[in-house]
């Protein structure tokens, strides 16, 4: 791997865990906030790890297809575009689900 690939997926790791920061906060505050800055900085953070997403080489995605990069791209060019209103609800189990899994992926291919 290449420098920039390894500072991507170091920044992808580093997002991650900002993710579990506002997830340690809980489900009240997230969806409490009657401005929802909670929710702008998920998908802040979820823009951000579809960009770092997209710097990577075409060599390490290919070599780890197990990785839904073209998902976590999609989704970053879906809030960063507003194609339609942003489902704060979604961005949680975004949260919840899919983050620490990108993390998990993102750290064994770190690892090697």
Known sequence: MNMRDDAALTEIVRLCGVGANLVARGDEWYLGDPDNVPGLAAESLIIKIGENVARLSDATTARHPEVPWSLIKRMRDRLAHHCEGTD???????????????????QSLSAE
Not at 88 to 106: E, K
Request: negative net charge; charged residues 10%; hydrophobic residues 55%.
């Open 88 to 106: 704060y609800g979604a961005l949680w189990d975004t949260l919840i689900v899919d983050l620490p899994v990108i993390s998990g992926y993102i």
